[in-house]
């Protein structure tokens, strides 16, 4: 009899420290649960996609300069080069690029299914294709056939799905037609995730050259020229995913006027912005420095510029950029400040162009 007692009591206390230990692991496993519902901070070194409509204006090239330039200081890791104007020879301006300044290596995304013939202010998509008196290219490349490189959207895809959560930088320059294509883009090989949840997931902040919030409500140019794929990036973009605008007025008030920048680059004889701007470039007055404001505030940061307060940005059927103030907003966007900034700007920008590589 005492035998049995003796055995019923190690039951229970059996039981109790069963008991016990479960009740821990279910409140351990309910932080843990917590923990990876937060969305954490990335706080590593900013990872850059550039997303250009190069082949065009020339603030392009400069921003793409300065990424490079960032790049090798230890400032960023610029991941690849997505462009949104269609066409292969424009893939190739960004493959001189690339090459010119030691990124052979960089991957390039193509836009096969684009706006179709937007305006060219400067026509230099055919750089890649010069030729000197010798015969040989007047510039390097490094890829033999560009239609083998990857869709500009499914480049977005393999980098993000490759990168930390919440990491990714997207600076958009241009057109947002591979931004629309990405998030309307299913779960593949490189990803079981949709684009919408990819961004969700990966991106930290998408830093785009777009909008005007002035008084007046006015068509945004890189939104008019595909105002379908401009609405498709502002239907599906997840609420949850910072933007941050650089606006018109922002970048109007930059001005690198040609002779500066020729007396920038008397460093060398054989550039290609320079080429573009002794041969090709034929505009009164300057290049507005609208792109280069993307990438300087997408590396160094929110200190550098004036910005509002948060909110939401809704699209017109006009495609004119609307601003309302909410303290949960995803979106802000860039002010004019004043000309001591602006001269400030325009110095950053010229630096680099002075770079000796």
Wanted: charged share 25%; aromatic share 10%.
């Amino acid at each position: 009899m005492i035998r049995l007692r003796l055995k019923e009591v190690l039951s229970c206390r059996l039981a109790v420290i069963v008991l016990i230990c479960s009740v821990f692991v279910l409140l351990a496993c309910s932080c843990d649960d917590g923990k990876e519902n937060e969305k954490a901070e990335y706080v590593g070194e900013p990872l850059i996609i550039l997303d250009v409509d190069i082949g065009s204006s020339t603030d392009d090239l400069l921003a793409m300069e300065m990424a490079y330039y960032y790049h090798k200081a230890g400032r960023c890791k610029l991941l690849g080069i997505v462009v949104d104007r269609e066409g292969e020879d424009y893939a190739a301006c960004a493959d001189v690029m690339n090459t010119y300044y030691g990124f052979d290596s960089l991957p390039i995304g193509l836009e096969r299914d684009g706006i179709k013939n937007p305006p060219v202010f400067t026509d230099y998509r055919h750089i890649a294709d010069l030729t000197g008196v010798d015969g040989q290219p007047v510039f390097k490349k490094s890829i033999e056939d560009y239609g083998d490189l990857p869709d500009g959207w499914k480049l977005y895809r393999k980098l993000l799905a490759a990168q930390p959560d919440h990491s990714v930088s997207i600076c958009s320059l241009g057109f947002c037609t591979c931004l629309a294509h990405l998030l309307e883009s299913q779960g593949d090989e490189l990803s079981p995730f949709t684009g919408v949840e990819l961004v969700r997931q990966k991106v930290k902040c998408l830093y785009i050259m777009a909008g005007i919030f002035t008084s007046s409500e006015e068509p945004e140019y890189n939104f008019i020229q595909g105002v379908t794929y401009a609405q498709t990036l502002f239907r599906l973009w997840p609420m949850d995913v910072d933007v941050v605008y650089s606006p018109m007025e922002v970048g109007n008030d930059i001005e690198y006027l040609k002779p500066d920048v020729l007396a920038d680059l008397d460093w060398t004889e054989n550039h290609p912005l320079k080429y573009i701007y002794e041969n090709l470039y034929d505009v009164n007055g300057g290049q507005k420095m609208w792109d280069p404001l993307v990438v300087i505030q997408a590396v160094e940061g929110d200190d550098e510029f004036s910005l509002s307060p948060r909110g939401f940005v809704t699209l017109t059927s006009e495609t004119a950029t609307v601003f309302r103030e909410d303290a949960v907003g995803n979106s802000r966007y860039q002010k004019t400040v004043s000309d001591e900034w602006v001269t400030k700007m325009l110095k950053k920008i010229r630096k680099v162009n002075k770079w000796k590589i």
